[in-house]
């Protein structure tokens, strides 16, 4: 509440993030959705996934355009299955 962050504006950025990095926690996933117009803004939200179900953690806006860290990493052999057109 105190962020003005509803409950469908979270699920939308878990569903469809524009960015995805590791989570500060361990075993957490970040992802993140730019908002706003004249201001940049950006809402992250940080889970954890619970077998099927994803746990919300937490969820914050960032003023401006954060910084890109760590992205997740992804197996060497899934990497070479995927086609050059996907990298």
Sequence with gaps: ???GISEG????????PKRT??????G???????TGYARKKEVWVMYQQAGKKKKVITAWRYPGVSP???AIPIPDDILAELSPEFL
């Design 9 to 16: 504006l979270i699920r939308r950025v878990i569903k469809s």
């Design 68 to 70: 890109i860290r760590k």
């Design 28 to 34: 957490t996933i970040a992802v993140m959705q730019p």
């Design 1 to 3: 509440m105190y962020y």
């Design 21 to 26: 990095e590791e989570g500060i926690a361990p």
